[in-house]
């Protein structure tokens, strides 16, 4: 059974950064795209990053590019996502998800992810 589980949400000030960490389990982490979604209150589910599986080339959103870092560790299923200089719209669910690096409207809702991380940012 595959299993995503997502950690390292919490709430931070404007500014503030954090680190989101998801352990995939269930199937051969190495031989998959992963993506980080988010859906914030009364929003669509959207695609933040994604990460390749044979280069790790990242993909970012313009709305997070330089501020967001995707990376991934094969040897401990782990996927990571740091947060820099957080702004009150990233509130939001954050989820990751198997097996694409990149999510249009459509294939996001289809992809397999964890029950998700809050991040909320406030003042």
């Known amino acids: 059974e595959v299993q995503l589980v997502e950690s390292g949400g919490g709430l931070v000030q404007p500014g503030g950064t954090l680190r989101l960490s998801c352990v995939g389990s269930?199937?051969?982490?190495?031989?998959?795209?992963m993506s980080w979604l988010r859906q914030a209150p009364g929003k669509e589910l959207e695609w933040v990053s994604g990460?390749?599986?044979?280069?790790?080339?990242?993909h970012y959103a313009d709305a997070v590019k330089g501020r967001f870092t995707i990376s991934r560790d094969n040897a401990m299923n782990t996927l990571y996502l740091q947060l820099n200089s957080l702004k009150i719209e990233d509130t939001a669910m954050y989820y990751c998800?198997?097996?694409?690096?990149?999510?249009?409207?459509?294939?996001?809702?289809?992809?397999?992810r964890g029950q998700g991380t809050q991040v909320t940012v406030s003042s």
């Open positions: 998800a198997k097996g694409a690096s990149y999510a249009d409207k459509e294939l996001a809702p289809a992809l397999v």
């Open positions: 990460i390749n599986s044979l280069d790790n080339r990242e």
């Open positions: 269930g199937f051969i982490f190495s031989h998959y795209a």
